[in-house]
């Protein structure tokens, strides 16, 4: 076996193994085409992942080679036993892991590693660590470091006065992305909810981590689509007035809110060549040089300026434009406005001081551009963002690689392909939707652009000494035309409506909240809880408890007859498909204090995409099936293994080649048949 010195492991949120090898197929993933070719895999390309199959869960596995009732990662949200059973943890976090990572036990072995935005890696939890932390979740999918919202800004003569609509802030987080203030409107003081809610169920001053429960009654099926999760502004386009610069005889004026409406910028239109108006120019107010500019169809480069909070302290920022539409003679036009983002945050690298020394070399990381999915132009704008935002990853993964001589291990989550599945899957396949082929031509194009980062990484497989794994926590599959989930499963809370449906929970909303509901745990004997728990409101337990403990495995059963019982109301079919009582599901690695009493999954037709059904599902052309392929030094070469390989052996693989101890909680095994010189026999 050649000598194994370093790993690259680049994690593809959400790829689809079976959408991976159809678009090899077709000539469209060259560098995954050349992995597959020279490395070693699956047929299928597949990896059995972890329960539930959703990504803070896998990445967690894929980092500790363990199973989520040993790793204790049990869902996208984290709910503690003991705790309110209203009151769930944010789970992207390294101190929710009760399992050594990888990167610790390479760093013990001399090897620093390397972390850029990958789940479950942040905070740094080795004190004078030598390994770098980029924790990409302060932009995707967590937008913490954002200083204001997106906006589509549309500019006409004919407006009179400025006027925005600020996007809105549903409690859904189903398509995995978080936004700041979805946090700041659902974490309710107490004394705004009237007494309604009691026992500390809302709180202020709750740790950032933790926050109540969203209660979620009246799903819909296209609450994953964070259509309006954009600000619209609507500005008067005037001639300049007060203006400190030349602007010229044809310039003209519009303004734009920033700093979430406590600021103004300005915005000048002009001819950059002919007669026509294609140039829009940007600047902080009447007296400052430019910011920047751009043409239509263009972005700009980063604008760099600086907000005033509300209490006094400045913070400099960044954002980009994009020149959508002019109109020729100059009398309207609209532009997009990206996130605006937080330029002198140290807070989510590590050591600190790195933050700088990145910002220097890589500039800001761009957010994606959501708006209008399914029109040319929003579709258009955002695939743009999202090659600006690879683009990134790969100079900020050059950097840091090229930087540090002692790296042993890279590791890495790449997130655009389950954003872009989860906005775009239920509608991407025939009968689906009118335009099913383009939002299909869309997923490809998601896979296309990380495939450009995989291009990247290829070359540093030349010293012969540097092994590389593709992987992903899961796919992604449709529900059926005409099929949507009747309320029951949800990564971002509790879902009421079809176990208030079987008498089990009862809820009520909070007068005067739109979308806000409450428990009333006096007269919920059950609750279901996150993608696949159905937890026992139970006495001496739950804080609210009033099921008796002699009750108990007598109410789980009868839970679980309901379940399989329970028929669709539009379409008779039954939702779920198995329930298991937590005994039972500790033969998938599923258990502990963080999972319910019931373990539960859905028939594809009914499910969120993700998370709500095992590894090898398939549904009109898409699958759950995880990534897995392995190529360069101490593997094989050219090859198909029959060994199933399983999230958990990814970590004590990669730990057998590059000599280094296995993480001490890992309970997978060392894909022996993917190394260089061993031989399968057949029988």
Known sequence: MSKVKKAIMIGLDSADATLVKRLIDMGRLPAMKQVMEQGVSQEDLGMIGVFPTVTPTNWATICTGAYPITHGVTCFQNHTRGKSLGILEQNWDSRRMHAEAIWETFEEAGKRALLLNYCQAWPNRV?????????????????????????????DESFEGLKTIPHFVDQNTSDCVVYGDQIEKFTVPANDIKGLVKDGLFTEGMPPLESPAFVIMDYSPEQASKDDVIDKVFSPLKEPTGWHTALGDEAKVFIYPVNKGLERHYAVIGKSTGDSYDTVTFYANRKSAPLGSAKVGEWSDWLYTSFTDEAGDEKKVAYKMRIVEISPDGTKGH??????????????????????????ACGPMLPHALYDRFSDEGRTILMESFAENNAWHIRAAKYMIDKYDDWGLFYTHLHGIDLVEHWYINQAFEGAHEKWRENLETIYQMYEIYDTFVAAMLPYLADGETALFITSDHGQVPRSAGYHNPGISDLSGISCKV????????????????????????????????????????????????????????LVQQIISDLYAY???????????????MEEARSLGVGGEHTGDIFFQLNPDFGEEHAMAPSYVTNHGFSLISLCLMCGAGLKKGEFIKRQIKAVDVVPTICALCDVRIPANCEGGVIYQALEGFSEKEY
């Open 127 to 155: 004190a004078d660590s030598k390994n770098i932390f980029v924790d990409g979740t302060g932009v995707e999918p967590f937008l913490r470091c954002t200083a204001d919202f997106q906006k589509i800004i549309y500019f």
């Open 335 to 360: 532009v997009y406005m990206s996130h605006t983002m937080n330029v002198d945050v140290s807070e989510y690298i590590y050591p600190h001081e790195f933050a700088q020394e990145l910002m220097d």
């Open 499 to 554: 176990m208030s449906d079987l008498g089990y929970t009862v809820a009520h909303p909070v007068p005067n909240m739109d979308d806000v509901w409450y428990i009333d745990w006096s007269k919920t004997k059950a609750i279901q809880a996150r993608s696949s728990y159905i937890y026992i409101n139970l006495k001496g337990r739950d804080p609210e408890g009033i099921v008796e403990p002699e009750d108990y495995k007598e």
């Open 567 to 581: 028929r669709d109301p539009e379409h008779g079919k039954r939702v779920v498909a198995f329930a298991m009582t």
